[in-house]
């Protein structure tokens, strides 16, 4: 049989298979490239408040997190701090590193902060290595490290925030604007299945994949193309 489709009626529904078939990425890391390029991470995101980003590898086998916190200081020579809080969701409690101008160069330190009225450079609940930063030519400071997180844990409290400077060798206090505040979230690691659905889509730790949605994508596109060659050829 002759075909019953004209080329400006096909191209449409081919150009929506192209679409169903294409990658998508609810996170453009390119846009979050390290300034310093001095190592590579598995998942990248844009943190709410504070202008900030948050680059990280999660190991499961040794239970260790990577991580690149970016953020412009409040002012000029003042700090950027990112923290992990094992028994709460906001500041008090939190396993914090912070890093700051000293001297012309940059330094990393921790503070086991107890309780707001308390913030004192201690060592902390877990163990840390490899800390370092910089600054970045836009005006941002990056914090490195990595730390050692509870076997087969899942997702972390993390709280960041930026502050305006110095004093004496201990860390100004930050604002208290709404940003400030907002500034704590949970850090997925690892994407759990819900137990409830019988054939669940594959899924990857890393929830920016979109893995899950590629799949349904596909299943959709084959069958389009199927009724594409069923009207033209059949």
Same mark, same amino acid.
């Given at each position: 049989m002759g075909s019953r489709f004209t080329p400006p009626l096909l191209?449409?529904? /081919?150009?929506?298979?192209?679409? =169903?078939? @294409?990658p998508t990425h609810s996170t453009d890391c390119s846009s979050l490239k390290l300034s310093g390029g001095k190592k590579q991470y598995s998942n990248c995101t844009h943190?709410?408040?504070l202008n900030a980003t948050l680059h990280f590898t999660y190991n499961a086998t040794n239970s260790s997190l990577s991580i690149a916190? &970016?953020?412009p200081p409040a002012k000029a020579g003042g700090?950027?701090?990112?923290a992990v809080n094992?028994?709460?969701?906001?500041?008090?409690? @939190?396993?914090?590193?912070?890093?700051f101008k000293n001297n012309g160069s940059m330094v990393v330190k921790t503070y086991n902060i107890s309780s707001y009225s308390s913030i004192v !450079?201690?060592?902390? &609940? /877990?163990?840390?290595?490899?800390l370092e930063a910089e600054a970045g030519s836009d005006g941002k400071m990056i914090l490195y490290g990595s730390l050692k997180v509870e076997e087969s844990a899942e997702k972390l409290n993390q709280v960041w925030q930026v502050g305006p400077g110095i004093a004496d060798g201990h860390p100004m206090k930050h604002e208290f604007d709404k940003a400030?505040?907002?500034? *704590?979230? !949970?850090?997925? =690691? *690892?994407?759990?299945?819900t137990p409830s659905s019988p054939s669940p889509s594959p899924q990857v730790a890393n929830a920016n994949s979109g893995y899950g949605l590629r799949v349904t994508q596909l299943n959709v596109?084959?069958?389009?193309?199927?009724?594409?060659? /069923?009207? *033209? /050829?059949?």
């Open positions: 191209l449409p529904l /081919f150009c929506l298979c192209l679409t =169903l078939f @294409s943190l709410p408040t916190f &970016s953020a700090w950027i701090a990112w094992p028994t709460g969701t906001g500041m008090a409690g @939190s396993q914090t590193l912070l890093a !450079e201690g060592k902390l &609940s /877990f163990d840390v290595w490899d400030n505040l907002g500034s *704590v979230g !949970e850090l997925q =690691l *690892v994407e759990k299945l596109g084959f069958w389009i193309l199927g009724l594409i060659y /069923f009207i *033209v /050829f059949m």
